[in-house]
């Protein structure tokens, strides 16, 4: 085997190594928003529990892409590329957290009548993880334009995040009861329009990628 072929195995295994963690991830946050709907606290725990395994996952890619960085001493699109995983990783793990911080909110309030249906909750999850996966296509085929057509979707996500705090905020001034619950359920809306953002970021990284350049969609 060549050695640029053994490179470019290496440039795959790294890549894959992101994939599997993106995938993770975006269960990680499906199953925090089941847990809370439905109020399943072993659900919860689960993603609770695996937490370390997608923090090994970073650690492990961290470390794929020093010992390219170090051994193979890539320039120009390569040494983005390897840059590029190692920024994507540190953001899915970031997801990651809120989706336990998520779960952790459904273990709290996994006895409580909730003062609304989840609704809307949902429907945000659904789009950060659209956003997410459509990412990671994107990044595989190193496609600039869909990465910037993707970011345009966070917007809906900040809607409905505005839509619900006010909602909230409703229920809190008609009951003062109604105070600690939909505290709640505001962080968990945070925290999905914090992943929404965090999608962003993996399509801006996805445009380094492929033109070198930075450019921000976060506003």
């Known amino acids: 085997m060549s050695s640029r072929q053994h490179y470019l195995d290496k440039l795959a295994d790294l890549q894959r190594e992101l994939l599997r963690m993106g995938c993770n991830m975006e269960e990680a946050v499906k199953k925090s928003i ?21 923090d090994d996952l970073l650690m492990s890619i961290e470390s794929q892409c020093v010992k390219l960085i170090a051994t193979e001493q890539p320039v120009a699109k390569d040494l983005r590329l390897i840059f590029t995983a190692l920024k994507i990783s540190t953001d899915l793990e970031r997801m990651a957290d809120y989706a336990v911080d998520i779960a952790k909110i459904a273990i709290r309030l996994s006895d409580e009548i909730y003062i609304k249906p989840l609704i809307d909750i949902p429907r945000m999850a659904d789009l950060a993880i659209d956003m997410v996966q459509d990412s990671l296509e994107a990044y595989v085929k190193q496609d600039a334009s869909a990465a910037e057509e993707i970011s345009h979707r966070d917007d809906m996500i900040d809607g409905l995040y505005k839509q619900i705090f006010r909602e909230l905020l409703t ?15 505001i962080f968990v809306s945070r925290a999905l329009e914090r992943i929404g953002d965090h999608a962003t970021n993996l399509c801006e990284w996805i445009i380094y990628l492929v033109t070198g350049e930075r450019k921000d969609l976060n506003n």
């Open 34 to 54: 089941t847990a809370l709907v439905n109020h399943d606290v072993d659900m919860a725990q689960e993603v609770i529990d695996g937490d370390d395994a997608l």
């Open 171 to 185: 229920y809190m001034i008609e009951d003062p009861k109604n105070i600690n619950q939909a505290t709640y359920f």
